[in-house]
């Protein structure tokens, strides 16, 4: 156990921190070489670089009321959540000037802080949210409003605020800028002071809208200053009803928003580790055990619309187009870290290896550096890339994050033993034993590595036995002789000696082919070769130009091109499910694959299979369905019958909101009094007692029908449906046989349209509108 002591109000006190079993090395440690980490490194460079700083300071100037240098960017830039990406954009300048040294990255860095600096208020603020100074002024008298995405009328404030506190502890933490620290330090006691004369419970009912991770920075800050007060804070930030049940071993997830949930669990990891009490670590365990075993698919992403589906149906997930987020894997890469450090395990780089391939470097477009928010796994879907002064997105912001520290997690120690837990071309300078590690792979495109000692030293190498590899598959030669290569409990083989200047560690992991079915078993199946999912391109509609830079409109984040019904996508065709000795590799192109005669379907002749990573500006198929040959027209008619009216809908549907799910009701201008959210049965809602409001695209004034989805659960509310604040119909909601059930409403013909139009829900006196489970906007039949 280490200690350290701290001043508060004038009480010597001491705080235990739990000493890590394996620390990762610094940043500043690690250099990549040449491979697709370092492509992927230098892609997101020039991208930071072509970002334009003083855009992306405009909300605080103008929050601060300086004169702005140029307007601030559009998109989530403009619409409430202004300022997340400046917070975003200083923790990638920090990681970026430490895995690269890179002097204009630095200067960039030390540019943006000065500038905060001198957009913090007296009393520390410091925030681009629209008018949030009053906001905060009546959370600070206790006068507080929250529910599952805004506080006090304000989209997700403590969110926008941790990007800020994350940029500032990361400019410090990594890059060493000790203006950033006063900062940090500054908003850190204006947070203490505002929440001061809160209550327990106003705490954690505030805590109902997304805050990042506020929880951890605090618990960062405790750590790097020494002061336990923040520390304090950080269990205030904690969210009880998250922590309890994971702390009991109880997954609660499903319907609650993902990417909401995995930094409060990472910060849940934080304290742990600050204070050595076991309920922390216990809960971030087992949601890092539930998401990753039981809630991810093959990429080791998750969530479908942001939400966690029930875990017991994946078909959500192949349904929809709204896939995994990138975000939460980025934040899912960084618990893992964390948890590793406490107890390494190969469980940890497994996972670790797979999503950094198959979805974060797979997220980001090669050349333009451009990143994609949800990755579909809808059979014949493809992927929507930002550009650079145009998505202002959250998987942009973490993007440029994720793409600087990829040099992370590759080596750990703890006293003599250095960890490999990753095969990619990198150096390694371990100052504290005098010695540097150079290791040379071509790796997954060759299934070895080699590791070369520069130096004189005495410890014990540690080489993460991948779970993929066979047991007693994995070789290793020390200077070219045979060693025994033994996995410890641990999952990583030993190798202990007095190392010299020159020595070489050869390992060979030879990667095999095989099939992952999705979690809920289901007839679906991805293949991998080794960690690396592989993946086909589909061209399933004659003549399609696909369009795959997203615009600057709130939903331009999601591929909405047309849907290719699932009946017509390819399918592994065969007696049995022993067929991986069908794939057949390409002579010459590394993790090339084809597969004569299995895979049968329009095109199916000449698809091939290659890494997902590597495959852009395509529909594609990652997920396939198998079929005997007797029963594959079967299985096309079965899926073609819960396709059609799912499609059918679809081409009918002009716009679409989801009620109570922060996302659509953010895109669609969201409003309201009294207003509420919840979950029921899987299923989100809204309802009020006074009003709330959405406007809907309707961009070529086609609208001719609102489709509403209650609940009958609701019977007897009675509220008002207007459209453009005009009275459209009074609804009393009755019994009904089925648990949720549409209402279709016709819209009166409009002479005049400005491509959009107003829905208003406005509760009778003593009852309320809603709830609201799902709101569509259709053409006519």
């Known amino acids: 156990m280490k200690l350290f002591s701290c001043l508060g109000a004038g009480v ?63 998109n989530w830039e403009s619409s ?75 989209w997700v404030p403590w969110y926008n605020l941790h990007k800020t506190f994350a940029g500032l502890r990361d400019a410090w933490q990594y890059a060493g800028n000790e203006d950033a620290r006063a900062m ?48 304090h804070l950080a269990r205030r930030f904690s969210h009880q009803a998250i922590l309890q049940p994971l702390a009991a071993g109880e997954d609660r997830l499903t319907g609650l928003h993902a990417n909401t949930q995995i930094p409060k669990v990472i910060g849940f990891e934080r304290i742990g580790q600050a204070t050595g009490e076991p309920q922390w670590d216990a809960a971030a365990r087992t949601f890092w055990q ?27 997930m192949v349904d929809e187009v709204e896939g995994p987020e990138t975000c939460n894997t980025y934040n899912m890469l960084k618990l893992t870290a964390l948890l590793f450090e406490r107890r390494p395990s190969r469980r940890y780089g497994d996972y670790y290896e797979r999503a950094l391939y198959n979805h974060i470097l797979a997220s980001q477009r090669p050349g333009s550096g451009g990143f994609v928010y949800f990755t579909p796994m809808r059979p014949n879907h493809y992927r929507v890339y930002s550009q650079v002064d145009e998505g202002m997105w959250c998987c942009v912001g973490s993007g440029i994050e994720s793409h600087a520290r990829h040099g992370e997690f590759i080596y750990a120690h703890d006293g003599d033993d250095l960890y490999v837990n990753l095969y990619i071309p990198s150096t390694l ?8 590690i150079e290791q040379s792979t071509q790796f997954p495109d060759r299934a070895s590595s080699r590791l070369t000692v520069r130096g004189n030293a005495t410890l014990n190498l540690k080489l993460r036995y ?27 083989v030993r190798i202990a000696r007095a190392w010299r200047d020159g020595d070489t560690v050869d390992v060979a992991l030879p990667m095999t082919t095989r099939l992952e079915q999705l979690p809920d078993r289901s007839n679906h199946y991805a293949v991998l070769h080794g960690p690396i999912v592989l993946a086909a391109k589909t061209a399933p509609f004659a003549h399609e130009t696909l369009n795959v830079f997203a615009d600057g409109s709130r939903m331009g984040h999601i591929a909405q ?57 395509a529909r594609y198929m990652l997920y396939w369905q198998h079929s005997t040959p007797a029963g594959a027209a079967e299985l096309r008619a079965r899926t073609a019958q819960g396709e059609a009216e799912r499609i059918a809908l679809a081409r009918r549907t002009i716009d679409q909101v989801a009620p109570g799910e922060q996302q659509p009701e953010s895109d669609h201008g969201f409003q309201g009094e009294g207003a509420d959210a919840g979950i029921n049965g899987g299923r989100h809602w809204r309802h009020a007692s ?89 053409r006519g039949e």
């Open 12 to 74: 010597a006190l001491s705080l235990a921190l739990s000493a890590s079993a394996a620390e990762l090395f610094p940043l500043r440690d690690v250099r990549l070489t040449d491979g697709p980490f370092l492509q992927a490194q230098q892609t997101d460079l020039r991208y930071l670089l072509a970002l334009d700083a003083e855009r992306l300071l405009a909300p605080f100037r103008r929050e601060a009321g300086l004169a702005l240098v140029k307007p601030s960017y559009g």
């Open 80 to 154: 409430g959540l202004d300022g997340h990406m400046g917070g975003h954009y200083l923790s990638a300048l920090a990681l970026m000037a430490a895995s690269t040294g890179d002097a204009r990255v630095r200067e960039r860095l030390d540019y943006f802080v000065a500038e905060l600096k001198k957009c913090q208020a007296a009393d520390g603020y410091l925030g681009g949210i629209p008018g949030g100074r009053a906001a905060w002024g009546e959370i600070a008298q206790g006068k507080l409003h929250a529910d599952n995405f805004s506080v006090n009328g304000k």
């Open 184 to 231: 940090l330090v500054k908003l850190s006691d204006w947070a203490l002071a505002l929440t001061a004369r809160l209550s327990d419970e106003q705490m954690q009912a505030m805590l109902r809208s997304e805050h990042g991770g506020m929880n951890e920075v605090l618990a960062d800050v405790a750590r790097l200053t020494g002061d336990i007060k923040y520390l």
């Open 290 to 316: 539930t998401v990753v075993e039981k809630r991810s698919v093959a990429i080791g992403g998750n969530s479908v619309k942001e939400h966690f589906h029930d875990s017991a149906s994946f078909a959500p």
């Open 429 to 436: 300078d371990w100052r504290a034993k005098g010695v540097r």
């Open 466 to 492: 991948p779970g993929w590899v066979k047991p007693g598959a994995l070789r290793l030669k020390v200077n070219g002789k045979p060693v025994k290569a033994v996995a410890g409990e641990d999952g990583y």
């Open 561 to 617: 091109g047309p849907t290719c019904p699932q009946e017509a996508a390819p399918l592994f065709v065969s007696d049995t499910r022993d067929f991986l000795h069908r794939f057949k590799p390409v002579p010459g192109q590394p993790l090339t694959f084809t597969a004569p005669g299995l895979i049968q379907g329009p095109n199916a002749a000449g698809l091939r299979l290659i890494p997902f990573f590597r495959l852009h500006d």
């Open 690 to 778: 006074g009003w709330f409001s959405y406007r809907l695209n309707d961009k070529a004034g086609e609208g001719r029908v609102l489709r509403l989805t209650f609940a009958a659960a609701d019977a007897g509310r009675r509220f008002d449906v207007l459209v453009d604040d005009q009275l459209l119909r009074t609804i009393t909601l009755g019994p009904n046989e089925r648990e949720f059930y549409d209402v279709e409403i016709d819209l009166p013909a409009r002479t005049t349209h400005d491509g959009s139009l107003s829905v208003k829900f406005a509760a009778h006196p003593g009852s309320l509108a809603g709830g609201l489970y799902g709101l569509k906007l259709l």
